[in-house]
């Protein structure tokens, strides 16, 4: 089986056509097993094209562990960047049907652009706030959760949490330094408030318009970077008060362009995706 390697900022996706992946049995198992970094191909999710009669093409992502997300920013990019690269798609507009609704890609060209870059606007989706939504089990229902002392090892956290694609939970910090933001990452990612767990994001206002981020994705781990993340980060912020409702994000594998528009309330991820290289799966399941 055919299969193309992209990343986004640093954030690495390996992206299949699902023609090919029909007699697989489970997706999950074999996400795990081409995701793994010693004895695959190493990578944080896949991403899975097929057909669809809802929009230009369907889209479905997996975790390393196996789980499915409802949608990624970096890997639903990469894989609009995969079907460019293969000519299998040529109009500037494109949609996906993704778990969480179809979801709409305008491309964006420049002669500066590097060889094999992609860089698309993306529609992320409205994020929803209740505690229903996330899903976060709480004493009582909350119709948002902000500033919530969550009870993380022998301390409480304040976080702030939403629905933005998948679970996304939000920590404030005035330096990345101040705390083992990775550990306290995997215990909430895991914790009992969360159902289906959650993406955790570290987040630090620089200005009005910037946001430095940590992410701690879902089923994955530390990674540079995170589409959904980083909107959650953003979204978090605008509520609060932090910053504008345009900012960029800025995480270790680079700078992504956030806006909630206002109106509809759809957040815009805008990004570039990369491609790495093309290989052949050979091993079986």
Partial sequence: MRFTKLHGYGNDYIVCDGRDLRGVASLGEFASK???????????GIAV???????????RIFNPDGGEAAM???????????LYHCGLWRNDELSFATR?????????????????TY??????????????????TTDEPLMSVRD????????HVSITALEMCNPNTVVFVNDFDEL???????????HTAFPERTNVVFARIRDRHTIEARVWERGVGVTESSGTGASAAAIASIIHGKVARQV?????????????????????????????YEGEWIISG
């Fill in 119 to 136: 860089t698309f606007t993306a529609e992320i989706g409205r994020p929803k706030f209740s505690s229903r939504d996330i899903p976060m």
């Fill in 180 to 190: 083992d933001w990775r550990a306290m990452g995997r215990l909430i990612e895991t």
């Fill in 248 to 276: 960029k994000v800025e995480m270790p594998g680079g700078k992504v362009s956030v806006e909630w528009r206002e109106g509809d309330d759809e957040v815009l991820l805008t990004g570039t995706a990369h491609i790495v």
């Fill in 49 to 59: 094209i097929d057909e669809s009669g809802d929009a230009d093409f369907s889209l």
């Fill in 34 to 44: 081409i995701c793994a970094r010693h004895t695959g191909a190493g990578a944080d």
């Fill in 100 to 116: 969480a609704g179809v979801k709409h890609f305008q491309r964006h060209t420049s002669p500066d652009d590097a060889p094999e």
């Fill in 72 to 82: 990624s920013g970096n890997g639903s990019r990469c894989a609009a960047a995969y």
């Fill in 148 to 155: 919530y002392p969550l009870p993380v090892a022998d301390a």
